[in-house]
T-cell receptor, first 114, second 112 residues
Framework: GAGVSQSPSNKVTEKGKDVELRCDPI?????LYWYRQSLGQGLEFLIY????????KSGLPSDRFSAERTGGSVSTLTIQRTQQEDSAVYLC????????????FGSGTQLSVL | GQQLNQSPQSMFIQEGEDVSMNCTSS?????WLWYKQDPGEGPVLLIA?????ELTSNGRLTAQFGITRKDSFLNISASIPSDVGIYFC????????????FGQGTTLQVKP
């Protein structure tokens, strides 16, 4: 596609529920990244993919967080048993390759856990 | 770990004024990136810097890669209302990938 597409744009959920966030990167970009942005804060790295493999998952806050990428394209970030502290904007970005630092970001998913 | 500190945290200026913000690091970076985030959107890359001492412009924006490799500056000349947003500096972590470390951001407001 023309840009990085994320869905849903907004998600409100109850504490304890599972949520899935989707990212569709720019066509041809082999690297895909997930970041989290809490209110008034900078961006916090979560995980990145090169192709379908995830060389670096070091930013995932807990084992409730997982992500996968299939077909070298779409990625989903899953948060199980959501907690209120998971409320944030989840941003996805892609780049041509993992060694290219120029990231193109989607508009994010605003997650609110009540 | 590596950290980036941006200052000022926020700025409220009059349209037409020049703006200057900076970013400092506790360790050396080989690349500096400046992003802008509009409300409700993801960050957009403004300028990328790859060499110590490098000065790069993008329209009214000018950024410099500090000689020590531990700092960078972004200047905006003749600000306009659409310059409003959050400006982030970023640099690659030790892995030299798109796993970027971001500063906390400088929020810019412009009064028409």
């Amino acid at each position: 596609g023309a840009g990085v597409s994320q869905s849903p744009s907004n998600k409100v959920t109850e504490k304890g529920k599972d949520v899935e966030l989707r990212c569709d990167p720019i066509s041809g970009h082999t690297a895909l990244y997930w970041y989290r942005q809490s209110l008034g804060q900078g961006l916090e790295f979560l995980i990145y993919f090169q192709g379908n493999s995830a060389p670096d998952k070091s930013g995932l806050p807990s084992d409730r967080f997982s992500a996968e990428r299939t077909g070298g394209s779409v990625s989903t970030l899953t948060i199980q048993r959501t907690q209120q502290e998971d409320s944030a904007v989840y941003l996805c970005a892609s780049s041509f390759t993992a060694t290219n630092e120029k990231l193109f970001f989607g508009s994010g998913t605003q997650l609110s856990v009540l | 770990g590596q950290q980036l500190n941006q200052s000022p945290q926020s700025m409220f200026i009059q349209e037409g004024e020049d703006v200057s913000m900076n970013c400092t690091s506790s360790s050396i970076f080989n690349t500096w990136l400046w992003y802008k985030q509009d409300p409700g959107e993801g960050p957009v890359l403004l300028i990328a810097l790859y060499k110590a001492g490098e000065l790069t412009s993008n329209g009214r924006l000018t950024a410099q890669f500090g000689i020590t490799r531990k700092d960078s500056f972004l200047n905006i000349s003749a600000s306009i209302p659409s310059d409003v947003g959050i400006y982030f500096c970023a640099g690659p972590g030790s892995s030299n990938t798109g796993k970027l470390i971001f500063g906390q951001g400088t929020t810019l407001q412009v009064k028409p």
